[in-house]
């Protein structure tokens, strides 16, 4: 019973580029069980054209599977979603109609690799205006950052938390990713890790990275980033 909390996983089958079964979604749940996840938070992506999801799709699939989810060898799951941060998802975010994350205080979003989106630090401002505080998955896989960290700053003084993704610290995205993880880790830029894991494969990249992760930073600051932070960021208690 390690007590960690995944807020980024695409176990739900068949809506986006995670699980392609519902049996594949149930093994993966029960792999990030037993890498000590005892609350697996599935965060499916609202990415129009390419993941066309509105919230009730989204629901639905959720629902259909958590029949399946009983007994000990499963975590606690709830459902929020990766919200695509353009000119669509955006104004969905604003009027209601997303799935931030439960309790409603925080909202996972993420961006193309290439480039920030334009009058990012006034949106988050906006967001932050609502009392909803942006959750920015793996910073450390955008290419602006590879080159200077400090494009976060505005996004950070906008209220952002940084979500790590924990195989990011195994290579699993290649050198450049690891290496700015690495750097985001040291500076203490994190708030969070999280899984990512979008298929059973994934996972086993997901322990190797929570290893590194304790190596990296000692498994006080793991622990935290693993549990005690993401349990504040849902609970509105994360300090800005
Ligand atoms: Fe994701």
């Known amino acids: 019973m390690r007590g960690f909390l995944d807020l980024h996983s695409h176990w739900v089958a068949g809506i986006d580029d995670g699980a392609h079964t519902p049996d594949e979604g149930v093994a993966m749940l029960r ?13 499916p992506h609202m990415r129009p054209p390419m993941f066309p999801n509105t919230s009730d799709d989204l629901v639905r699939a959720y629902d259909a599977m958590l029949p399946a989810l009983t007994g000990p060898d499963f975590p606690a799951t709830a459902l929020s979603s990766e919200h695509f941060f353009d000119d669509i998802v955006f104004p969905r975010i604003l009027a209601g109609q997303a799935l931030p994350y439960p309790g409603g205080k925080a909202v996972l979003v993420e961006f193309s690799y290439d480039a920030f989106p334009a009058r ?33 700053e505005p996004l950070l003084d906008g209220g952002a938390v940084l979500l790590l993704d924990l195989a990011a610290l ?6 450049a990713t690891q290496k ?15 899984s990512d894991a979008h298929h059973l494969d994934d996972v086993a990249d997901v322990a190797r ?32």
Request: with cysteine; hydrophobic share 45%; glycine share 10%.
């Open 31 to 43: 792999a990030l069980k037993l890498a000590g996840f005892d609350t697996v938070v599935a965060t």
């Open 120 to 152: 990012i630090a006034d949106r988050f401002f906006d967001l932050a205006q609502r009392r909803l505080r942006p959750v920015l998955a793996h910073p450390e896989r955008y290419r602006p950052v590879w080159d200077d960290a400090a494009v976060l």
């Open 209 to 240: 990275g929570i290893e590194r992760l304790e190596k990296l930073c000692g498994r006080e600051e793991a622990e935290f980033l693993l549990g005690d932070g993401p349990r504040a960021i849902l609970d509105g208690t994360l300090p800005q």
């Open 180 to 194: 700015a993880a690495e750097r985001l880790l040291e500076q203490g830029m994190y708030d969070a890790a999280c």
């Open 170 to 175: 195994v290579g699993k995205y290649g050198r």
